[in-house]
């Protein structure tokens, strides 16, 4: 039985993992897939695969390409999820802030540097004609944090994606202000170089497997149902979700690679370029 450490956030994306791991599927191919979640998202996940604790990591693409380029010695194998992920933009329910343009200069809420919410902000900043370098950031870990930090008042805004937060708006401790998507696929599988280059077989099987259910995950009966009660979300927010939510069984290509990392650049996120074969690993 060979042990595999793969990590992802506690969302509704991952659910197609945890049921293959339920139901016996890697079992049956002598892996023992150890799956662990990790709220704080993608800059905990990317120093996790650094420092060797996970072989794997469901992760944001942005996050990941800006940590390949910046020396995480790991390879995107695979597209997860190819549609956007929709970022809400958060504001303390009983704040002032009324639009995305009031939030112009105002302190952000991120779970960690380099993390997905910390990337977002750059974008949402650069669409709306902002300047980046008068972004500041309150570090907040979780979700948890980010409703004490706005609550408090200790920042202004929070993003993250819009259906996980949509239980606080709905219990209303944030308003959602605007949406802000991400311009290329949210999410992508990545193995550590160490553990690929050992186990190229292992992660060809772990990839067959997910591939199988995410192709029909739509189909398992009443899927919307058991996503509601699991995220503690409403069934009408799970079913627009899983209308908007394409997954994918594909590698990213060359051409979707220079185009991401060229938007990296030019939002100040990379400073510098990686190459696609230094990027990315067909198997």
């Known amino acids: 039985m060979k042990t595999v450490k793969i990590v992802g956030v506690p969302e509704h994306f991952n659910l197609p993992w945890h049921l293959c791991i339920e139901n016996g599927e890697f079992e049956a191919e002598n892996i023992d897939l150890q799956w662990q979640n990790i709220p704080e998202g993608t800059g905990k996940m990317c120093q996790m695969l650094r420092d060797g604790e996970a072989d794997i990591a469901v992760i944001l693409t942005e996050g990941i390409v800006k940590d390949i380029v910046a020396g995480n010695p790991s390879k995107i194998v695979q597209i997860y999820v ?44 650069h669409e709306n004609g902002w300047k980046t370098d008068n972004l500041q ?7 948890d944090g980010a409703v004490d930090a706005l609550t408090k008042g200790t920042a202004d805004y929070f993003m993250w994606e819009r259906f996980m937060t949509k239980p606080l708006v709905d219990q209303g401790i944030f308003r959602r202000i605007g949406d802000c998507p ?56 799970i079913q627009e979700w899983l209308t908007l939510t394409q997954w994918s069984q594909k590698n990213l290509s060359e051409k979707a690679f220079i185009k991401i990392q060229n938007q990296l650049f030019d939002l100040g996120i990379i400073d510098k370029k990686s190459t696609f074969v230094e990027t990315v690993k067909a198997l």
């Open 82 to 125: 190819q549609s956007p992920l929709i970022w809400g933009i958060h504001v303390a329910a009983k704040s002032n802030f009324q639009t995305v343009k009031d939030l112009k200069d105002k302190k952000v809420a991120i779970s960690r540097l380099g993390s997905g919410s910390q990337l977002m902000a750059y974008v949402n900043a």
């Open 182 to 237: 991400t311009p290329w696929p949210s999410f992508v599988i990545t193995v550590r170089d160490e553990f690929l280059k050992k186990n190229p077989k292992i992660v060809e099987k772990i990839l067959e497997i997910i591939n199988k259910t995410t192709q029909d995950f739509t189909e398992i009966p009443n899927i919307d149902k058991t996503l509601s009660e699991l995220f503690n979300q409403k069934i009408e927010d």
């Open 137 to 143: 950031f309150e570090i907040i870990n979780t979700i």
